[in-house]
């Protein structure tokens, strides 16, 4: 099955600032990459996702890029906003599933 | 458009007791459907998914059991609570595009307590 890794698992930064996380995968078959937002208290939200067949994707402040070679993605942050604070999963298709990084908790200090 | 409810919002329950959560999906038919388990500050552990009426995989052993009644519900249940089973249970769903589980999209969850 798929193996994802995610990193960093805490990451804090000054508003304004870009927030960069890395996940690397191990199936080299898997073709869509998504990124999830949590705020607390509440469910994962779908925030963005890429497919293998583009190398970078950009909605507004969020961006994510793959490398399939190297077998990794990382979803990109730009000036950051206090609501940008809350745990953030990378994903990786797996059969009928997905395989979830561990998260990485975001904080952008005002 | 579609969407996901979960019920209830948060549950207090005492070990030993029994456990039904819901999760049921609108807009959509024949979706892929997820339970998983959130312990505080940890990650998403996948407990149970199911591709169609009465199609259950069990993903971890433990004291819970799934079951799909309909094609757009599905269950959570225990029949004895343990003091381990606290945590954020989250429903999930996705379309079913040629059997593959992407794009899951996730309800609000069950904050579970029990003591």
């Known amino acids: 099955g798929e193996n994802v890794e995610q990193h960093p698992s805490t990451l804090s930064v000054q508003e304004g600032d870009s927030a960069v996380i890395k996940c690397t995968y191990s199936?080299?078959?898997?073709?869509?990459f998504p990124w999830y937002k949590q705020e607390l208290g509440k469910g994962p939200q779908l925030i963005i996702d890429?497919?293998?067949?583009?190398g970078e994707k950009k909605d507004q402040r969020i961006a994510v890029t793959l490398n399939k070679t190297a077998k990794h993605f990382s979803l990109h942050i730009t000036e950051t906003q206090p609501e940008d604070s809350a745990v953030y999963f990378c994903?990786?298709?797996?059969?009928?599933?997905?395989?979830f990084g561990a998260g990485t908790t975001v904080t952008v200090r005002a | 458009s579609q969407t996901i409810h979960q019920w209830p919002a948060t549950l207090v329950q005492p070990v030993g007791s029994p456990l039904s959560l819901e999760c049921t999906v609108e807009?959509?038919?024949?979706?892929?459907l997820y339970w998983y388990r959130q312990a505080a500050g940890r990650g998403l552990q996948l407990l149970f998914y199911?591709?169609?009426?009465?199609?259950i995989s069990s993903e971890v052993p433990q004291n819970l059991s799934a079951s799909r009644p309909q094609d757009r519900q599905f269950i959570l249940s225990s029949k004895k609570l343990l003091l381990s089973d606290s945590g954020f249970y989250l429903c999930?769903?996705?379309?079913?595009?040629?059997?593959?589980?992407?794009?899951?999209?996730f309800g609000p969850g069950t904050r579970l307590t029990v003591l």
């Open positions: 890429i497919r293998s067949n583009v």
């Open positions: 999930a769903w996705s379309p079913d595009l040629a059997g593959h589980g992407e794009e899951q999209f």
């Open positions: 199936d080299s078959a898997s073709n869509y």
């Open positions: 807009g959509t038919s024949n979706p892929n």
């Open positions: 199911s591709v169609g009426i009465g199609q």
């Open positions: 994903a990786a298709p797996s059969d009928y599933k997905l395989s």
